[in-house]
């Protein structure tokens, strides 16, 4: 399975509609794949496909690394064409960051608890409630399915404050421990 490479934050990818995805194939079983093996190499808990060029509603995610010994486990999963059908309990501020925008994190205010419905990998519908890290992972990845990246959320200031590591990016003045595509001049 090959590491893919990831599109930084500027890169149209990331604002464009994604479309459903209508059956699972060999090649999205690929893409499942590929994306679940780029995430472990990037040190990642999730990655949505549009972060690796493609324009499809699915993310995949493991929240484990991050959770608390008592929390319970699930591994990696993965979402097709998932709609958050509820939120709920207080928004709650964590430290957010995004392969997408390598080495920025910044607090973001997220509702502690969703209910969401989607396809699994072997395409059939779930239902689920999540909260704490696994509720924050997937509004995250879910946000990417959307043209959503967790800077949007940020005050004008904190976005002032973060132009720089920004402007960074875009000339290639970073180097992350896995592969990116940074927008080129176009």
Same mark, same amino acid.
């Given at each position: 399975?090959?590491?893919?490479?990831?599109?930084?934050?500027?890169?149209?990818?990331?604002?464009?509609?994604?479309?459903?995805?209508?059956?699972?194939?060999?090649?999205?079983?690929?893409?499942?794949?590929?994306?679940?093996?780029?995430?472990?190499?990037?040190?990642?808990?999730?990655?949505?496909?549009?972060?690796?060029?493609?324009?499809?509603?699915?993310?995949?995610?493991?929240?484990?690394?991050?959770?608390?010994?008592?929390?319970?486990?699930? +591994?990696? *999963?993965?979402? #097709?064409?998932?709609?958050? $059908? &509820?939120?709920?309990?207080?928004? /709650?501020?964590?430290? =957010? %960051?995004?392969?997408?925008?390598?080495?920025?994190?910044?607090?973001?205010?997220?509702?502690?608890?969703?209910?969401?419905?989607?396809?699994?990998?072997?395409?059939?519908?779930?239902?689920?409630?999540?909260?704490?890290?696994?509720?924050?992972?997937?509004?995250?990845?879910?946000?990417?399915?959307?043209?959503?990246?967790?800077?949007?959320?940020?005050?004008?200031?904190?976005?002032?404050?973060?132009? +720089?590591? *920004?402007?960074? #990016?875009?000339?290639?003045? $970073? &180097?992350?421990?896995?592969?990116? /595509?940074?927008?080129? =001049? %176009?």
């Amino acid at each position: 399975m090959p590491i893919l490479p990831i599109v930084t934050y500027n890169d149209p990818v990331l604002r464009e509609p994604t479309e459903r995805v209508t059956a699972v194939s060999a090649s999205i079983e690929k893409l499942i794949d590929d994306m679940l093996e780029t995430m472990y190499n990037s040190d990642g808990v999730g990655l949505a496909a549009p972060q690796v060029g493609v324009s499809l509603k699915l993310f995949v995610m493991d929240g484990d690394p991050v959770l608390e010994e008592d929390e319970e486990t699930y +591994g990696p *999963l993965v979402f #097709i064409n998932p709609e958050i $059908i &509820e939120k709920k309990g207080s928004n /709650v501020a964590m430290d =957010e %960051g995004c392969l997408s925008i390598p080495d920025i994190r910044e607090k973001v205010f997220r509702p502690d608890t969703i209910v969401i419905k989607y396809k699994d990998r072997n395409f059939e519908e779930q239902i689920q409630e999540f909260d704490g890290w696994m509720s924050r992972i997937i509004q995250h990845e879910y946000d990417h399915l959307n043209g959503i990246l967790f800077i949007d959320y940020l005050s004008a200031f904190k976005k002032r404050m973060i132009k +720089g590591e *920004l402007q960074a #990016i875009d000339q290639g003045d $970073i &180097e992350p421990s896995y592969p990116i /595509v940074p927008k080129t =001049e %176009g």
